[in-house]
């Protein structure tokens, strides 16, 4: 039990469609990232959030959008989904700025574009 | 460009077989190399974090080791239970850059 949660778990959205997915941080972390995962691949690094800034991008177009809160709980949004946006959605939760700190993953939220 | 290539893809065992998995990488300036471990339909579950070359850790029958290109995770008397997708990641900026995973069944 990693105390990162994620919602929802799984959700069918249509193309074209918006989509919210939440994450709720480990107590006393204070960085959050996203990470997209299709199947039979590793995650792949979307943003992160630290101190309700966004503190780094990976290669995702605009579409892709979020947001934390001041209790380090963060969204991610999707606009404009497409049938390739289906994957797991993983949240991971650390603490920046301290050496060796590790870093946590929900348990993900399954989205499918139809 | 950070890189993470891990070997083989896919692994079959029976209990009792010891093993290892391969994560070779090219990264400037790495802050960390993990190794998770990730069940159908899960999120990754953390097992280590090595941070220099020469760094060993183990928990029950892993044990994950780094030189300066390459970390391996080594799997002594596997049991079906350890089944699963292995992970491995190296940090160097804010984000993590994971390579595709070994995914490995260990046949009773």
């Known amino acids: 039990e990693t105390g990162v949660t994620q919602s929802p778990t799984h959700l069918i959205k249509t193309r074209g469609q918006q989509v919210t997915l939440r994450c709720s941080s480990q107590s006393g972390h204070n960085t959050v990232s996203w990470y997209q995962q299709a199947l039979g691949q590793g995650p792949q690094f979307i943003f992160q959030?630290?101190?309700?800034?966004?503190?780094g991008r990976g290669n995702f177009p605009p579409r892709f959008s979020g947001l934390q809160f001041p209790n380090y709980s963060s969204e991610l949004n999707v606009n404009a989904l497409e049938l390739d946006d289906s994957a797991l959605y993983l949240c991971?939760?650390?603490?920046?700025?301290?050496?060796?700190?590790?870093?946590?993953f929900g348990e993900g939220s399954w989205l499918t574009v139809v | 460009e950070d890189q993470v290539t891990q070997s083989p893809e896919a692994l079959r065992l029976q209990e009792g077989e010891s093993s290892s998995l391969n994560c070779s990488y090219t990264v400037s300036g790495l802050r960390g190399l993990f190794w998770y471990r990730q069940d159908p339909g899960k999120g990754p579950e953390f097992l280590f974090t090595?941070?220099?070359a020469g760094e060993e850790k183990e928990k029950e029958r892993l044990k994950a080791t780094l030189t300066k290109k390459e970390s391996f995770l080594h799997i002594t008397a596997p049991k079906p239970e350890d089944s699963a997708t292995y992970l491995c990641?190296?940090?160097?900026?804010?984000?993590?850059?994971f390579g595709a995973g070994t995914r490995l069944t260990v046949k009773p």
């Open positions: 090595l941070y220099s």
């Open positions: 991971a939760s650390s603490l920046e700025g301290v050496l060796g700190n590790t870093i946590y």
């Open positions: 990641a190296v940090q160097a900026s804010n984000d993590m850059r």
């Open positions: 959030y630290y101190r309700e800034e966004e503190n």
